[in-house]
């Protein structure tokens, strides 16, 4: 907790110390109101159902719920807000499932900030490359494993919705290996050109979401 803890005075925040004992183990907790007057609370190990955030990340707040309050001994119907320090990182996917030309991406990319951090493109990666990333989240398009490009779907009279222009092997692949803690080099379905461009390299984020029109 101490990464925290200096976090928190170098950012000028008052705080104060706990310690909840849960299965009987104890659990350091730091209690303290960000600018906007939440109480946030820092665990150093997930005993709560959120997501965990590295421990230099105080910019990701996920919100609880009443009855869990009430659990925890809090008597407020406010819906307080904890976000973790949590050491161990695990990889969380979430898949977005919507027909083609819909807005998914666009949306994803105006959801990637409510995660953390703003959104860029994939470093040295290709600037037509739907892949989002930010410091908590990447967001996988998956018309990138469309298994045929724009020429051969016309060729062999298939669309991209059809199960046959995906590669749907090297999807479960790389989607396991990065919820794995595996990086991999995802290929790129470039819309603008309609063929397949050379790959980019996925890191296992804390979140993962994969969007395209068929994640599950």
């Keep these: 907790m ?5 976090k928190l005075e170098e950012m ?5 110390r706990g310690t909840v004992e849960e299965g009987g183990i104890k659990v350091d907790q730091l209690f303290f109101h960000d600018p906007n007057g939440f109480m946030i609370e ?19 707040y996920y919100s609880t719920t009443q009855g869990r309050n009430s659990n925890r001994g809090i008597n407020s119907g406010r819906s307080y807000v904890i976000k973790f320090a949590a050491s161990d990182r695990h990889t969380v996917l979430i898949g977005l499932a919507a027909d083609l030309g819909c807005g998914k991406t666009t949306f994803m990319r105006r959801l990637t900030s409510v995660f ?19 410091h908590t989240t990447t967001v996988v398009c998956l018309d990138d494993y469309h298994y045929l490009d724009r ?12 199960p046959r222009a995906n590669d749907f092997d090297l999807m479960y692949d790389q989607v396991k290996a990065i919820k794995d803690g595996i990086a991999v080099q995802k290929p790129i379905y470039n819309h603008v050109i309609g063929l397949l461009d050379p790959p980019d390299l996925i890191k296992p984020p804390t979140i993962l979401v994969i969007e395209g029109l068929h994640p599950m």
């Excluded at 101490?2 to 200096?6: L, P, Q, R, Y």
């Excluded at 000028?12 to 104060?16: D, S, T």
């Excluded at 951090?117 to 892949?131: F, L, M, V």
């Excluded at 779907?153 to 919705?161: F, I, M, Q, Y």
């Design 2 to 6: 101490g990464a925290v803890e200096k």
């Design 12 to 16: 000028e925040m008052e705080y104060a």
């Design 42 to 60: 820092i665990c150093n190990c997930d005993i709560l159902p959120v997501i965990p955030l590295p421990s230099d990340m105080v910019s990701g």
């Design 116 to 134: 953390g951090g703003a959104s860029e493109p994939p470093k040295g990666g290709n600037p037509d490359s739907n892949t989002i990333i930010s």
């Design 151 to 162: 020429t051969g779907r016309k060729d062999k009279g298939v669309t991209a919705l059809d």
